[in-house]
T-cell receptor
């Protein structure tokens, strides 16, 4: 079936503007994750969703960052009042997680490259 | 929390040689260790993973070894080919609260020269 998709693939915005990044997980995947990848660096965990609840938001860098998820489908990551240091690739991943069973593989989307001028 | 260190940051080999990338982790409770390959401008793709109940896993030219006592794990690629050129990321996680929270290393850029 289709993999994880993200939109837009690229987003250029001006400092101070708000942006919304979208993630469509693989159908049937209950777990969804957002990561940030700065240029030449590893992936930083931002937030985890199980269904539409977010039990772990510990990676969100500031209160300008928020995310929501509709049921077990689409998720949106919103960055308010963007700053230049927010420039990065934002990656979404999903997995089939069942309670009491070790989580399955996380499958990544292609990412959204955000550039804040 | 968990911290993962990855070495080397860059690795250059000749086609046909072997490549080894090493990672160490800090959380002794971590029990899941995946490796991802990321080609330029592409999404990370899982290439192999290992759970803490085994010490080694192999898939064709790729193998991963885990030493839980020393808290380190390694990726071994044999008979490297130019298409193996990419950035490789290790990660460590423990299953807690119903999910694996992956903590990634900083990545290793592997270049395989024909």
């Amino acid at each position: 079936g289709a993999g994880v998709s993200q939109s837009p693939s690229n987003k250029v915005t001006e400092k101070g503007k708000d942006v919304e990044l979208r993630c469509d997980p693989i159908s049937g995947h209950t777990a969804l994750y957002w990561y940030r990848q700065r240029l030449g660096q590893g992936l930083e965990f931002l937030i985890y969703f199980q269904g539409n609840s977010a039990p772990d938001k510990s990676g969100l860098p500031s209160d300008r960052f928020s995310a929501e998820r509709t049921g077990e489908s689409v998720s949106t990551l919103t960055i308010q009042r963007t700053q230049q240091e927010d420039s990065a690739v934002y990656l979404c991943a999903s997995s089939r997680t069942s309670g009491g069973v070790p989580a399955d593989t996380q499958y990544f989307g292609p990412g959204t490259r955000l550039t804040v001028l | 929390g968990e911290n993962v260190e990855q070495h080397p940051s860059t690795l250059s080999v000749q086609e046909g040689d072997s490549a080894v990338i090493k990672c160490t982790y800090s959380d002794s409770a971590s029990n899941y260790f995946p490796w991802y390959k990321q080609e330029l401008g592409k999404r990370p793709q899982l290439i192999i993973d290992i759970r803490s109940n085994v010490g080694e896993k192999k898939d064709q030219r790729i193998a991963v070894t885990l030493n839980k006592t020393a808290k380190h794990f390694s990726l071994h690629i044999t008979e490297t080919q130019p298409e193996d050129s990419a950035v490789y990321f290790c990660a460590a996680a423990r299953f807690s609260g119903g999910y694996n929270k992956l903590i990634f290393g900083a990545g290793t850029r592997l270049a395989v020269h024909p």
